[in-house]
């Protein structure tokens, strides 16, 4: 059973840095997993921030992050991190990590595929609690 423990969320002013952690438990398998941040706000559709495969690094960013949000991994710590620089309010969102679904993955190449390009949330079985992060 996946377990994912977001933290780091908090306050910045507009510009301002801010790093958050996603701790994940239970994954088990060598070949890898999709990990993902996602972001919602009051009214809206949650969305694809980032995402990585942890096996070999390939990842994904949204247009409204691209060159100011960096996810990276420390695999020794089955952490998944999401570096955000330059913020904006528009960036004001509750963030959840998620790790994609363990099996029905036809090819690694597929699964990898659904990671980085489609980032499809219904490949998104596993998800944190959610961390909330208020740029003013």
């Known amino acids: 059973h996946v377990q994912l423990l977001e933290s780091g969320g908090g306050s910045v002013q507009a510009g301002g840095s801010l790093r958050l952690s996603c701790a994940a438990s239970?994954?088990?398998?060598?070949?890898?997993?999709?990990m993902g941040w996602f972001r919602q706000t009051p009214g809206q559709e949650r969305e694809a921030v980032a995402t990585?495969?942890?096996?070999?690094?390939?990842?994904y960013y949204s247009d409204a992050v691209k060159g100011r949000f960096t996810i990276s991994q420390d695999k020794a710590k089955n952490t998944v991190y999401l570096q955000m620089d330059s913020t904006k309010p528009e960036d004001t969102a509750l963030y959840y990590c998620?790790?994609?679904?363990?099996?029905?993955?036809?090819?690694?190449?597929?699964?990898?595929?659904?990671?980085?390009?489609?980032?499809?949330?219904?490949?998104?079985?596993?998800w944190g609690q959610g961390t909330q992060v208020t740029v003013s």
């Open positions: 998620a790790a994609d679904r363990a099996d029905g993955w036809n090819t690694l190449a597929g699964r990898i595929k659904a990671c980085i390009l489609t980032v499809d949330e219904e490949n998104f079985a596993s």
């Open positions: 239970g994954i088990t398998g060598s070949s890898g997993r999709c």
């Open positions: 990585i495969y942890t096996g070999g690094g390939s990842y």
